[in-house]
C-alpha cells in the first residue's frame, strides 16, 4: 500500500515533496493524484482531507492525512536509513528551519504575486512591494547560499529558482546573485530535479 499525494505539475511546493522524496528513496512509495487548485475556485473534492484546499497534500498508509510540504517532508525524512536532510536537533535544525522559511516566505509571494497578475486590474502598490521582497529575498540568499548545506533548504531553493524561470523570466534573477546562479545551474542536473521538470500543463 502506497501514500497518495495530491499533486499538480506546476506547483513549486508540490515539486519540493518530490524532489525530497526522490533525494530519500521513497519516491516508489508514493502514488499521485493530479488535483487542481485555485485561489478563486477550491477544490472540493480536497476539502475533506485538507480543509483549506491547497496542496500538497499527503495521505498516509494508515488514512491519516498531513499538509503542507514542510510537515509532509519532515514525516518523510523520519521513513528512510539515510542520512537526515532536516536535523533533528540544535542550531543546525534551526538554522535549516530559517532557511527553509526564507525559501518558502519568497515562494509564497510570488504566487501571490503571479495571482495579482492575472487580476482585471491589479495594483502596482502590490507589484512594487512584491518586486522589493522578492529582490531582498535573493540578495540574502545569495550572501548565504555558499554555507547553506545540502538538506530541505537547498531544495526549496533549487525548486526556487526553477520557479523563478518557469512564472518570472522577465525579473532576470540571475543579475546580481552570481553564487545562487551558480548554485542552481548545479542543482538543476541532480536526478530529482530531472524527475521533477516543471511542465506548463
Not at 495571482?115 to 502598490?125: G, M
Not at 502590490?126 to 533548504?153: H, V, W
Request: proline share 6%.
Amino acid at each position: 500500500m502506497s501514500m497518495t499525494l495530491h499533486w499538480s505539475p506546476r506547483s513549486p511546493f508540490v515539486r519540493k515533496v518530490m524532489v525530497f522524496a526522490h533525494e530519500t528513496g521513497l519516491a516508489d512509495r508514493i502514488t499521485t493524484i493530479r488535483t487542481v487548485v485555485a485561489m478563486t475556485k477550491p477544490n472540493h473534492d480536497l476539502l475533506p482531507e485538507n480543509p483549506i484546499g491547497k496542496i500538497p497534500t499527503l495521505r498516509l498508509e494508515d488514512g491519516s492525512v498531513l499538509y503542507d510540504s514542510g510537515v509532509i517532508c519532515e514525516y518523510l525524512d523520519t521513513l528512510h536509513g539515510g542520512p537526515r536532510l532536516i536535523p533533528a536537533e540544535g542550531p543546525a535544525r534551526w538554522a535549516e528551519l530559517r532557511r527553509h522559511a526564507l525559501a518558502t516566505g519568497l515562494l509564497d509571494i510570488l504566487i501571490l504575486w503571479r495571482n495579482e497578475r492575472d487580476r482585471a486590474q491589479p495594483s502596482q502598490v502590490l507589484f512594487d512591494a512584491f518586486e522589493l521582497k522578492t529582490r531582498s529575498a535573493l540578495a540574502a540568499l545569495d550572501r548565504e547560499i555558499d554555507q547553506i548545506p545540502f538538506g530541505l533548504a537547498r531544495i526549496t531553493l533549487g525548486i526556487l529558482g526553477s520557479y523563478l524561470d518557469f512564472r518570472f523570466a522577465d525579473l532576470e534573477w540571475r543579475q546580481g546573485h552570481p553564487r545562487l546562479a551558480a548554485f542552481h545551474a548545479e542543482f538543476e542536473k541532480r536526478p530529482s530535479m530531472q524527475a521533477t521538470q516543471v511542465v506548463d500543463a
